[in-house]
């Protein structure tokens, strides 16, 4: 597995060879440069890359069993009719919440909680930038999350899905400090793109696998939708919903 570090010392040995080949500086160190720009840009945006620091995105496939989760709720528009879809349909899921987002409806996340779903920390702001922060204020971020979400509902998160699917090395930092566990995901909806329910629905049934981590956004409306359908093309391929995670067999809450 490709890691940054391996790279930081894999660059360096390249950059000095090419120099005692009698190459000038520049012709040495640009080249490396650019190549390990183009392969840390690639570990922050893949989610799964485990570049920088380990991302559980999908359980191993021991058993027919899926997860779903939904983030950047709770919001009165659509988490209601989720959690009604999914009280109906008796199924857990994972709502990775935004802490501004949890102070502004606490009795939804409350709500989640006490029907049997996991709560999770989605940083919180979830601002823009989140990515270019230093380590100190990502730190302050998780736990001003978590402060929010126990607030509201009386549980402390454990798990952390980072705001964007990207990973660095101040998040890494940020996480290994605060002591969360990264959770992504193997079947990304593009939900908050893919406004069209057909395209949608397609998309993330096309190829499901044993052990798959749904990500879905509790603020997009295709999504509510076509979840019962989805939930009913699960169950009738054989697969199990279970939350994120029993699924990864991991605790929930600190
Ligand atoms: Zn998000």
């Known amino acids: 597995m490709l890691k940054h570090w391996i790279v930081i010392y894999i660059s360096i040995a390249v950059a000095g060879l090419l120099l005692l080949l009698g190459l000038s500086l520049w012709q040495a160190v640009a080249p490396v440069l650019l190549v390990k720009l183009g392969i840390d840009a690639w570990g922050a945006i893949r989610v799964d890359s485990n570049y920088y620091m380990n991302v559980l995105c999908k359980a191993p496939a021991t058993e027919k069993a ?11 528009s659509f988490t209601p009719q989720i959690l009604d879809i999914l009280k109906e349909h008796q199924v857990p899921a994972a709502f990775f919440c935004i802490g501004r987002r949890v102070e502004e409806a606490p009795g939804l996340v409350r709500r989640a909680e006490e029907e049997g779903h996991l709560i999770g920390n989605h940083s919180y702001s979830h601002h823009a930038l989140f990515d270019l922060y230093p380590v100190y204020k990502m730190k302050a971020e998780l736990q001003k999350a978590n402060q929010a979400i126990e607030a509201a509902s009386g549980v402390k998160p454990a798990l952390f899905r980072p705001p964007y699917g990207v990973t660095n090395p101040m998040l ?8 969360y566990t990264p959770v992504g995901w193997s079947v990304r909806s593009l939900d908050t793109v893919i406004r069209e329910e057909d395209k949608l629905f397609e998309r993330v049934t096309r190829k499901v696998s044993a052990g798959d981590i749904f990500l879905f ?9 076509i979840l019962p359908a989805l939930i009913k093309q699960l169950k009738r391929e054989g697969f199990a919903i279970k939350r994120i995670d029993e699924l990864l067999n991991i605790p929930a809450y600190a």
């Not at 899926?66 to 009165?76: E, K, R, T, Y």
């Not at 956004?217 to 939708?225: C, F, I, L, P, S």
């Open 217 to 225: 956004h509790d603020t997009a409306a295709a999504t509510v939708k």
């Open 66 to 76: 899926v997860a779903l989760s939904f983030d950047d709720g709770p919001v009165n």
């Open 172 to 179: 890494a930092s940020a996480v290994k400090a605060t002591g």
